[in-house]
T-cell receptor, first 110, second 113 residues
Framework: AQRVTQPEKLLSVFKGAPVELKCNYS??????LFWYVQYSRQRLQLLLR??SRESIKGFTADLNKGETSFHLKKPFAQEEDSAMYYC????????????FGQGTRLTINP | KAGVTQTPRYLIKTRGQQVTLSCSPI?????VSWYQQTPGQGLQFLFE???????NKGNFPGRFSGRQFSNSRSEMNVSTLELGDSALYLC????????????FGPGTRLTVT
């Protein structure tokens, strides 16, 4: 079965502090992992995907197959990072089916 | 380029009725996926269409159905509405399948009374 777990529903950090949003997954094959973000009153949008291995808006995420994790990190949080973050998994080759975690609401305090 | 559009944006229906939601993908995109978002269950995959063919289906009862037209526009239908069908229904489009990024629409908020 495919499952994505985001253990923190809410996360609050101060501006300038490091941020880590946790994501663990369960999948028997080789999944593709994503982070999606939804800013207030905006659409859900892709933040990054593990296969591209790039940093977007200062965020990075490394796929750890041993720990089945794909944590999202940023060294210095900014107020504009406040949003809802979803970790998602795509397991079926050739499919657009995404399995989402429950999401973490990140609040950056000034 | 215009984004994914969904109509209507808000809908109120009564238990037992049926509803049809529409999704217009980004021009050139041939894949459309539908998701249901509720506070309790989060975002759950409903189905995926590519070139008018349903490629994948989530774990929803047969009351949930969909289709895709030759211009890639998609509709989903829910028959015999139940209170638990109240949700935000999101549509996402992508150029193709597999590696292509999905772009989400604003959603249709369905309330069943």
């Amino acid at each position: 079965a495919q499952r994505v777990t985001q253990p923190e529903k809410l996360l609050s950090v101060f501006k300038g502090a490091p941020v880590e949003l946790k994501c663990n997954y369960s999948y028997s094959g080789s999944p593709e992992l994503f982070w999606y973000v939804q800013y207030s009153r905006q659409r859900l949008q892709l933040l990054l995907r593990h296969i591209s291995r790039e940093s977007i808006k200062g965020f990075t995420a490394d796929l750890n197959k041993g720990e089945t994790s794909f944590h999202l990190k940023k060294p210095f949080a900014q107020e504009e990072d406040s949003a809802m973050y979803y970790c998602a998994l795509r397991g079926i080759q050739g499919a657009q089916k995404l399995v989402f975690g429950q999401g973490t609401r990140l609040t950056i305090n000034p | 380029k215009a984004g994914v559009t969904q109509t209507p944006r808000y809908l109120i229906k009564t238990r037992g009725q049926q509803v049809t939601l529409s999704c217009s993908p980004i021009s050139g995109h041939r894949s459309v996926s539908w998701y249901q978002q509720t506070p309790g269950q989060g975002l759950q995959f409903l189905f995926e269409y590519f070139s008018e063919t349903q490629r994948n289906k989530g774990n929803f009862p047969g009351r949930f159905s969909g289709r895709q037209f030759s211009n890639s526009r998609s509709e989903m239908n829910v028959s015999t509405l139940e209170l638990g069908d109240s949700a935000l229904y999101l549509c996402a489009s992508s150029f193709g399948t597999d590696i292509y990024e999905q772009y989400f629409g604003p959603g249709t908020r369905l309330t069943v009374t």
